[in-house]
């Protein structure tokens, strides 16, 4: 995925002077890792820099001092934990990478961290000052709890209909051709990785975990068995199937339902953009660490894909996008918070390390405007966010144990989140229809955790390969020969 240029006229526009930051949604990928076939999977060294450096930059953009953009009311220098909600599935390579960005969102606090006892003696925090910011092991997060160590990412989410659609992918045409017309590819590269995949392996079904082998072994391997087959036009053919692959799994426009893991993200980042108007700023930043799969299914449901065929593409490591809510009243505060009818959304990309690939703006929903009315925003992601229990139940297909009971209390009105985006009644920030969506989306947490369906909201993962052995070759070199 290459969207540094894309837009470049947009993306260089100023900011009005006036614009007031109220808060922002990220949804960030992990760093560099060890590969997938090789499981269990670690964050590297690499890795914990790049999503270090990409809190460093969004730390200048919103959280300093001298932030260029920075958001109303959020502490400076010292972290608030309730200023940040910040989640990811139980996941070691996410968890950690929250971790790593958060240390460059809210550095150590040196001094500041020094406090002065009774007795006027001065105890200092330690690690300098390091900052103790909480992650939430959230199991309704939209990538499944250990996702990093799976090698399909599209599965185990429970919903019936989303398994049958991702597994329809195996028997599209699409499928079948790709499948045919590479496997000679496949085959010529097995000289690389025939320490993990076996001969019967080598083909477009495992598409994206052959170029993640060969990915990690390309950043830190100092040789590579038979390195001369990965020529940059085949190391080029090998992204692009693998992108075609997890695209296919991940969104079908005709078969919106394989999307269930954006549709689930939308919903959690209304409820959390929503929270922020609905407090006034009490907690105006997210952030959710999640797997690329999530990306690529969000970004169908906006339709991403008509803006550059670039959005059908896995992200780089340490990629995110941000939501940003945008005023242009003046003299924000407490006392003067913005209306609903003054509030914007502005969503930008960036493809890799937000310090290295600066986040791009870019439009939702099929539009041309890249600042969109908070209402229209609401309204559109409505169309597709799925936070309710029994619109859930129903999208799935599912009508057994949770969905049961969610049948039997639905009622004859529609409980899903496709309403369109209102101002509330006069005192509340709140868009009648958005209420509707995070009251349905707790219940949904509630139940799922009481069922155990800790994988309900969690991305999809369909099909499950056995363990691959590790071996030589390639595999060998990927353990031991690391660079990072």
């Known amino acids: 995925m290459v969207m540094k240029t894309l837009l470049l006229s947009l993306a260089a526009m100023p900011f009005a002077n006036s614009e007031t930051v109220l808060g922002v949604y990220i949804f960030h990928r992990h760093g560099d ?72 969102i809210y550095p150590p606090a040196g001094d500041n961290g020094v406090s002065v006892l009774a007795n006027t003696s001065e105890v200092r925090a330690p690690l300098n000052g390091y900052q103790y910011i909480p992650v939430g092991v959230s199991a309704t997060a939209s990538s499944n709890p250990n996702s990093e160590n799976n ?71 100092q040789s590579i068995p038979s390195g001369n087959l990965l020529t940059p036009a085949t190391l080029k053919e090998l992204k692009t199937l693998a992108d075609a692959h997890e695209w296919g799994l ?39 660490f999640g797997a690329y799969a999530s990306f690529m299914s969000f970004f169908g449901l906006a339709q991403l894909e008509k803006v550059s065929a670039d959005f059908t593409g896995v992200v780089d490591y340490a990629s995110s996008m941000v939501f940003e809510l945008v005023t242009n009243a003046s003299d924000v505060s407490q006392t003067n918070y913005p209306s609903l009818a003054d509030v914007s959304v502005r969503f930008m990309v960036a493809n890799g390390s937000a310090a290295q690939h600066a986040p791009q703006l870019f439009p939702l929903f099929g539009r041309s405007e890249t600042t969109l009315p908070w209402n229209t925003f609401a309204e559109e992601m409505g169309k597709f966010a799925i936070g309710d229990t029994a619109a859930w139940c129903r999208a799935c297909g599912n009508t057994t144990g949770v969905c049961a009971s969610a049948a039997e209390g639905s009622g004859s009105g529609d409980s899903g989140s496709g309403s369109v985006a209102t101002d509330a009644p006069s005192g509340s920030n709140i868009s009648l229809p958005v209420a509707g969506v995070i009251g349905a989306l707790v219940t949904l947490v509630v139940i799922l955790g009481v069922e155990g369906l800790v994988y309900a909201l969690a991305g999809l993962k369909l099909v499950r390969k056995s363990t691959l052995a590790a071996g030589a070759g390639v595999a060998g070199a990927a353990a031991g020969g690391s660079k990072a």
């Not at 079948?176 to 477009?204: D, E, H």
């Not at 994206?208 to 391997?221: C, G, R």
């Not at 426009?253 to 959690?268: E, F, M, V, W, Y």
């Open 33 to 104: 890792r060890t590969p997938k076939s090789l499981a269990p999977t670690n964050l590297t060294a690499l890795g914990a820099d790049q999503v270090f450096q990409s809190g460093g930059f969004y730390r200048a953009r919103y959280v300093a001092s001298d932030a260029s953009s920075p958001i109303y009311g959020l502490s400076n220098d010292i972290a608030i934990p309730t200023q940040l909600d910040v989640v990811s599935p139980a996941d070691s390579v996410l968890q950690s990478s929250a971790l790593a960005f958060l240390q460059g």
């Open 250 to 288: 991940a969104y079908n426009s005709s078969d919106p339902i394989r999307a269930i893991a954006g549709a689930t993200l939308a919903a959690q980042i209304v409820q959390q953009l929503n929270a922020t108007l609905t407090s006034k700023g009490k907690t105006p930043v997210g952030i959710q």
């Open 151 to 221: 090698e399909w990412l599209q599965g185990g989410s429970g919903c019936g209909n989303a398994m049958i659609s991702s597994n329809n992918y195996f028997q599209s045409t699409e499928f079948t051709t790709s499948l045919s017309q590479t496997q000679s590819f496949y085959t010529g590269l097995l000289p690389v990785i025939n320490g993990t995949f076996s001969a019967k392996q080598a083909n477009f079904k495992n598409a994206y975990t052959i170029f993640d082998l060969i990915n990690v072994a390309t950043i830190h391997n």
